[in-house]
């Protein structure tokens, strides 16, 4: 169910309730409501835990953080085994081009998370960039790296 999606074809849990459609996030362990912007962060999940090998139980989906005094939530959080934010993933529906708006939005996350990698997706482009913290800069890079334990 990739959907035109630039992403491995994957398989996922989904069920209609009253004519709402839903997908089964198997890191929440719940039902969400099944929106173009949830299918692209179902297919992040799964590829970042199929081929990039991040461990589910180290992924926390659309947490809530506090950014300037407001409450936002990251799509995605990889934390390494210390529990430190090492990646985050910032998804929008396939409609939706990942503009300057789209990277100054994670770029905000990560000041308060501080993470050494951030990936912004609408599930056909990718950005993956990583924080230079000696020249105080992102680089982009080709793509997210594997997961490495930490």
């Known amino acids: 169910m ?4 630039n992403f491995p074809e994957y398989s996922f849990r989904t069920r209609a309730i009253e004519e709402k459609k839903e997908i089964f996030d198997e ?7 099944l929106t173009p912007e949830e299918l692209v ?6 590829w970042m835990t199929e081929v990039k090998k991040y461990p589910a139980s180290l992924l926390a ?13 990251c799509d995605i959080i990889a934390y ?3 529990g430190k ?17 789209v990277f100054d ?3 905000r996350y990560n000041l308060v998370l501080d993470a050494r990698l951030f990936l912004l997706t609408n599930g056909i482009s990718h950005y993956c960039c990583q924080l230079d913290h000696s020249v105080k800069a992102y680089r ?7 997961y490495i334990s930490t």
Do not use: M
């Open 27 to 33: 890191v929440r362990k719940s039902w969400v409501s």
């Open 80 to 82: 390494s085994k210390s």
């Open 2 to 5: 990739s959907v035109g999606l």
């Open 105 to 107: 939005q994670a770029a």
């Open 140 to 146: 982009f890079l080709r793509e997210l790296p594997a």
């Open 41 to 46: 962060r179902q297919h992040v999940l799964r």
């Open 85 to 101: 934010p090492i990646v985050i993933v910032e998804c929008k529906a396939p409609d939706v081009k990942i503009t300057q708006e």
């Open 61 to 73: 989906v659309e947490k809530t953080i506090e950014v300037n005094g407001l409450k936002k939530r």
